[in-house]
């Protein structure tokens, strides 16, 4: 079955950098898409970057210049680098796959980003 887990969000101070990984099982990983979303509280799911079987990314505008997503093939894994924190990325994140075109939709757990100011 699919599984995605995530790691590597925590507690950091305004202007810090996190990176955080998604292990990905249960499908062929490199032919498909990845996402990495975030909900903060209060606030609607958002979809902060993707990145294609072949490398293509893009990026939320309140994220750009400033997160990196990549993917390592070899690993299953998906990763997303990120700098320049601000405390409006506090959220918990998720990484997400879309296996066959109409769906399911298939989430990780979840990991916590907070950034103090």
């Known amino acids: 079955q699919v599984q995605l887990v995530e790691s590597g969000g925590g507690l950091v101070q305004a202007g810090g950098s996190l990176r955080l990984s998604c292990a990905a099982s249960g499908f062929i990983f490199s032919m498909k898409s990845m996402d990495w979303y975030r909900r903060a509280p209060g606030k609607q799911r958002e979809l902060v970057a993707r990145?294609?079987?072949?490398?293509?990314?893009n990026y939320a505008d309140s994220v750009k210049g400033r997160v990196t997503i990549t993917r390592d093939n070899a690993k299953n894994t998906v990763y997303l680098q990120m700098n320049s924190l601000k405390p409006e990325d506090t959220a918990v994140y998720y990484c997400?796959?879309?296996?066959?075109?109409?769906?399911?939709?298939?989430w990780g757990q979840g990991t916590q980003v907070t950034v103090s100011s």
């Open positions: 990145i294609t079987g072949d490398g293509s990314t």
């Open positions: 997400h796959v879309r296996v066959l075109t109409f769906g399911p939709d298939y």
